[in-house]
């Protein structure tokens, strides 16, 4: 059975940084697509950042030039570091995996969830 868990989330002061990761296990080989994707309450999952096995990631523009992912694929594991952190980026984030061509910002590439972890920005 294939799991993804996170790991990493907490509260921190705005300009702060925090990093989360994701353990992937129970997959033969490695996910073709690996995401991160943040929700608040009373609205749907937003794209943060993708990235496949062998090429560039994909980010929110909202992000860029703040948060950089990455992933280790021997070990199966994927990071987003988050640097100078807002108020807005407040929200519960969710680690997702996929296999399709394409690694996209949008929900539905993705047929796996981990149960996500908070992160909390004051300002």
């Known amino acids: 059975q294939v799991r993804l868990l996170e790991s990493g989330g907490g509260s921190v002061q705005a300009g702060g940084s925090l990093s989360l990761s994701c353990a992937a296990s129970?997959?033969?080989?490695?996910?073709?697509?690996m995401a991160w994707f943040l929700q608040v309450p009373g609205k749907g999952r937003e794209g943060v950042a993708a990235i496949a096995r062998y090429s560039s990631p994909t980010y929110a523009e909202s992000v860029k030039g703040r948060f950089t992912v990455s992933r280790e694929n021997d070990l199966n594991r994927m990071s987003l570091q988050m640097n100078t952190l807002k108020p807005a980026d407040t929200a519960m984030y969710f680690c997702?995996?996929?296999?399709?061509?394409?690694?996209?910002?949008?929900?539905?590439?993705?047929?796996?969830w981990g149960q996500g972890t908070q992160v909390t920005v004051s300002s």
């Open positions: 129970g997959y033969y080989g490695n996910p073709a697509c």
């Open positions: 997702a995996s996929g296999d399709r061509a394409i690694c996209t910002l949008q929900t539905d590439a993705y047929n796996t």
